[in-house]
Each structure stands twice: as structure tokens, then as C-alpha cells.
């Protein structure tokens, strides 16, 4: 248990849905992050929210969308997506400020499109 | 752009053998991090190293950070079948935004029984 819960865990979605992705932190941290994590690449950084105010958006395409209502929760937003899209999608928290910017991850979801 | 290059890509081994994965990159980081990755679940922070030549041991795990502080190895000791997973490093920015981790591919390992 790292403390950053992902739900759900597994979401197959036409590309004509749309969903959501929750996660949330139970931490103290004061900033959050969505990650894409595909086979055979690094782990891609999509949204960076501090202090509840997205600083990063590494031009993800507009078909994903974030939210992050409080410190605590953070949301993925997900329409029209495309067969490309299916990966695993993983939440982080730390407590930025620290030099070491040490990140807990969740569990993940893993998304099908189809 | 920083880019860290793990290496070897996929390890099988025998219970009870050592192994040792590298992380390396041309750029100096502030302090890098490793991370294991089991099937179905997100990464767990094993350990960070932050100072150059810095070797930590977490039980049959031995972390070491390169002087220049751009590269580091993983030596894992007779290994077990728990050890099996996705081995990340990753580096933190040695200058500008500090919430920015930059990820390598990471190293597979299946330890058999």
C-alpha cells in the first residue's frame, strides 16, 4: 500500500466513450502527476498539477483531459480515444520542494481501447 | 533532452545467482532513483542515491551512483524468485522545475526457481 489509490483498475472502453480515471492520495502531498506507461518506452509524463494548479502538460492530445478538484484527488478525463491510446495509466504523488522529489506511484489502470 | 539508458533490457537467472543492471545517461542528475515494478501494480521506490560515489545496500540489493552522478548500477545478491520485476531508474533535474523525474525503459528480471 503506497498510500495513491487508482480506480478503477482495469477500464475497456469503445473510442466513442467517455470515462474517467480517479486517483487519490493519502499522503499530505502537494503535488500529483498522470503518467502513461507503454511496452518498450519510458514512462511518459502527461500532467504535473502543484498546489492544485497544473504546471506540465507534456502536449498531450486534447482527448484526455485532467482535473484536479483538491490536493488530494486527481482525475483523468478521457474521450474519444484511439486503439493507441491503451496503456497503463499510473498517478503519482510527492511533496514538491524537496530536492530529491522522491514519487509514489498507485497501482495503475490498465485502459483497452478498442 | 536528459535520457537514461538501462541496461540489459531482459535478465533470466537462476535462483541463487548475482546480477547486476546499470542505468546510464550524458547527463548529471541531482540524485536518481530506483524503482521495482511487479506485473499488475505501479512502481515502489527502493531506494534514491544523491551524492556521487554513494553506495547503499538495501539487504541483498547494492546501490551505487557513478562519481560523476550520471550513472548507476543495481547488484542484487543470490537472487530470489521475489526479485522478479521491472527494475526503473530515474533521475531527478539537477537544475530547473524539481517535480520532473526522467524515466529509463527499465530492466526486466525473471529469476526462476
Known amino acids: 500500500e503506497t498510500g495513491v489509490t487508482q480506480t478503477p483498475r482495469h477500464l475497456v472502453m469503445g473510442m466513442t466513450n467517455k470515462k474517467s480515471l480517479k486517483c487519490e492520495q493519502h499522503?499530505?502531498?502537494?503535488?500529483m502527476y498522470w503518467y502513461k506507461q507503454s511496452a518498450k518506452k519510458p514512462l511518459e509524463l502527461m500532467f504535473v498539477y502543484s498546489l492544485e494548479e497544473r504546471v506540465e502538460n507534456n502536449s498531450v492530445p486534447s482527448r484526455f483531459s485532467p482535473e484536479c478538484p483538491n490536493s488530494s484527488h486527481l482525475f483523468l478525463h478521457l474521450h474519444t480515444l484511439q486503439p493507441e491510446d491503451s496503456a497503463l495509466y499510473l498517478c503519482?504523488?510527492?511533496?514538491?520542494?524537496?530536492?530529491?522529489?522522491?514519487?509514489?506511484f498507485g497501482a495503475g489502470t490498465r485502459l483497452s481501447v478498442l | 533532452t536528459q535520457l537514461l539508458e538501462q541496461s540489459p533490457q531482459f535478465l533470466s537467472i537462476q535462483e541463487g545467482e548475482n546480477l547486476t543492471v546499470y542505468c546510464n545517461s550524458s547527463?548529471?542528475?541531482?540524485?536518481l532513483q530506483w524503482y521495482r515494478q511487479e506485473p499488475g501494480e505501479g512502481p515502489v521506490l527502493l531506494v534514491t542515491?544523491?551524492?556521487?560515489?554513494e553506495v547503499k545496500k538495501l539487504k541483498r540489493l547494492t546501490f551505487q551512483f557513478g562519481d560523476a552522478r550520471k550513472d548507476s548500477s543495481l547488484h542484487i545478491t543470490a537472487a530470489q524468485t521475489g526479485d522478479t520485476g521491472l527494475y526503473l531508474c530515474a533521475g531527478a533535474n539537477s537544475g530547473g522545475s524539481n517535480y520532473k523525474l526522467t524515466f529509463g525503459k527499465g530492466t526486466l528480471l525473471t529469476v526462476n526457481p
Open positions: 547527463s548529471v542528475f541531482s540524485s
Open positions: 503519482a504523488s510527492s511533496q514538491e520542494g524537496l530536492a530529491k522529489n522522491i514519487q509514489y
Open positions: 542515491v544523491v551524492t556521487g560515489g
Open positions: 499522503l499530505g502531498h502537494n503535488a
